[in-house]
């Protein structure tokens, strides 16, 4: 089904009150049956992509360019200042600041298992988290260097030289650009987040709580399922902003901008539902704080549906059963630059 | 000795060629010997304020909140922004970025074993890590917050209540300003970073290299330990900068600006050394970026002593053994806001 043909199914389910399968009625086990229809439960393991597999050495070296705020030429942002790790992976700002206290023009999305989405950006222009890593640190409001800048930087620190060449065997260079976003691509695949959620998809009944398996039947029955669904609940399609009727804060025109085709205008990749109680704020733009209207927003402008708080509390509910389990992070310990590192620009 | 007192005896001992010992003569037993009457080695432990005890629940409070970018009005910066812990405690910039792309007037120094010195801030207006951490927090240049929004934040967020009582037991109300910044300096005094000059101290001979050993020498013999010395070889003591000439780049009249005395003109408190590799770039305003360069205008300008290419290369090579272990830190998981904590300005 291509997204013109599910964006007239979704509506045909919402005018009809059609709904996908009737989940609310059924017993525990066919809730789980239910679910494993539209989700299934993050690998055990990263998966890392055939030309960039992720040994120990390159997962390491992208952890410590992840934290490295040399990547920025003021050395004041790394990866880490709009995708936290200690908070759910973004900065909960509507923009994140950057460059010049410049702001962005959307909403900083989450790093947390953002490498199993169909591409990267809220537009999709990136097809992986390799080739997402490499974008902010040469964007102008965001970390404002270059490709020479930050190769001098880096080449001119033994350590790294080293861990390139680890991380690279036999690589001539191995200290690249694109091998830095290989890197910090693999070290971005290990952030995933298994939550209650999987083991509810894995067989376990007593995963959830009542209310919240109350709330996962009808986030199904709703039809929320029909973009938000597969392994990141979410992060798996591209669809309109504004189905039944566009949102009065929406002007950024999404996949439009980037492929100029019509059928794209507000067309954004589906976000992820992972972790969405530590996402806030919601949506492109970060218009809204609460979880609650946003899930009223989405239910009415997507499906042509008028969630009463009480629904929407349910939803929500089940919602905050996806804030997973963050992996251990040990901040790393940047080695010290030399005194030929192109120092911080801090105009 | 008072503090004039000190200076006529530095200048005595150098305008008289009158060393404190004659350690490069001497075995590394005796080495040892003449190390221990100046320097002594990091605590086993990190040492606490009678009106703060480090329990656990603190401790972890305390990181929390270091690392929680909500203690800033944008959202942007926390403690760690300035003082980061991946890298040497520092920023690694001459002068912090702030709020607004703002700055700050003095180099923001390391918080690795800062709870050791004798007073907090290159002028000591703060007396112990306690105190100091709620003044960045305030400052417009920094993170442009008041108490009464950093407040409002952390008792909008139930996790943070909640970790406030545990971590002051019985104190009602436990969240209040003055305990966030017990928590943090509670926090900081963990930060202690051994190193192999510590297990020489302790009298492992083979702790340091030969040539770690002879320059260990030559920085006592050159009378460096005058004002770097006892357990962060610095911060021990208030010294002006410029004793034999007034270093061209130096226009910030440190303590006088807090204590009005002529007396205090060009006085700063003496940095430590320890990590002193980590934590260029150098002196009050991060005017100097080449340790060899900052040595040899220190033997100068304190101490009369024009030292050459090669000797000042010999001390550096005994700084970069204060160069320590890092605690290990694991990145904390920071609680969501609720809908009703003040949303960052970004203006």
Redesign the interface.
Known sequence: MNRFAALVFVSAISLTGFLPNDAIAGSDAELIESAKEYFSPLPDAPEYKQDNPGNAAKIELGKMLY???RLSS???FSCN?CH?????GV?????S?GH??R?GGRNAPTVFNASLHIAQFWDGRAADVEEQAGGPVLNPVEMNASEDLVLKRLRSIPQYVDMFNKAYPGEKPSLTYKNMAKAIGAFERTLLTPSRFDDFLKGNQNALTSAEKEGLALFIDTSCVICHNGVTVGGQAYQKFGVFKKPDFLTDKGRFDVTKDEDDMYVFKVPSLRNI??T?PYFNNGAV??LNEAVKIMASVQLGVELGDQDAGKIVTFLKSLTGE?P???????P??T?STA??D?N
Chains 1, 2 share one sequence.
């Not at 900065?91 to 923009?95: I, L």
């Not at 251990?328 to 940047?334: A, D, E, N």
């Open positions: 934290f490295d705020t003021s050395n004041v200042s936290n790790l200690a908070l759910g900065d909960n700002s509507s923009f600041i010049k206290w702001k109680e530590l806030y704080w609460d963050k251990v992070i040990t901040l790393p310990s940047l010290p630059a005194v120092r911080p801090t």
